[in-house]
């Protein structure tokens, strides 16, 4: 696992290196894409499966995992 606490590590370090990166909302919740950090924390992502775009904390996006698969 040490890989993936290394990448959380980087973007602490520089949040807009999340953009492009795949997420799900929970353990078991859909795959979304990074699309934008903003400086003021905002991250504005887009959930896989439904096209729908949302904007959510970056503390909120870093505490989910990594999408292992999509959807």
Not at 27 to 36: L, Q
């Amino acid at each position: 696992m040490t890989g993936y606490h290394e990448t959380q590590q980087e973007h602490l370090a520089d949040p807009k290196g999340l953009v492009g990166q795949f997420r799900r909302l929970g353990d078991a919740g859909p795959a979304y894409e990074i699309m934008a950090v903003h400086d003021d924390g905002r991250v504005d992502i887009e959930i896989v499966f439904s096209d729908e775009k949302v904007t959510e904390k970056l503390d909120s996006v870093l505490a989910d995992p990594i999408a292992e698969t999509l959807p």
